[in-house]
């Protein structure tokens, strides 16, 4: 507790859970150690960043970097990967491309940039995957 520190300070100063006494700030703040960016982490306030989002493949979630305009985006899939939802995708559309086919994600068409199914123009790529 705060109390047992002469500084009324009592944080967490590494990845050790155990808090220690430490010095308060100019701003007679008690500030925490905070998880630099590739950490796993479960909330915001655990990384230096302020950022504790999907990075990869898994389901876990990590301190990262925010980006120019200071979002905490989650990693998201590219175009073309598979996928079982929009919010997957950075294009944020998930879908069959063909009644057989896994759902994949897909750029955004059309003029008024919607989710709409591709039809017989796949990508080069593509066409030899559905076969």
Excluded at 9 to 36: D, E, G, H, I, R
Excluded at 42 to 64: F, M, P, R, W
Excluded at 94 to 103: D, T, V
Aim: glycine share 4%; net charge positive.
């Amino acid at each position: 507790m705060h109390s047992e520190c002469q500084s009324d300070c009592c944080v967490t100063n590494s990845l050790n859970p155990q808090k220690f006494c430490t010095a308060q700030t100019a701003f007679q703040q008690c500030l925490s150690w905070k998880k630099p960016n590739g950490y796993i982490c479960k909330d915001h306030l655990e990384c230096q960043s302020k950022c504790c989002a999907i990075s990869n493949y898994g389901v876990d979630t990590y301190c990262k970097a925010k980006t120019i305009f200071l979002q905490c985006l989650p990693w998201r899939k590219p175009n073309w990967d598979y996928c079982d939802y929009h919010r997957e995708c950075r294009s944020k559309c998930c879908i069959r491309l063909n009644e057989l086919s896994p759902s994949r994600c897909v750029p955004q068409s059309g003029i008024l940039l919607q989710c709409l199914p591709w039809g017989p123009h796949f990508p080069r790529e593509l066409k030899s995957w559905l076969i």
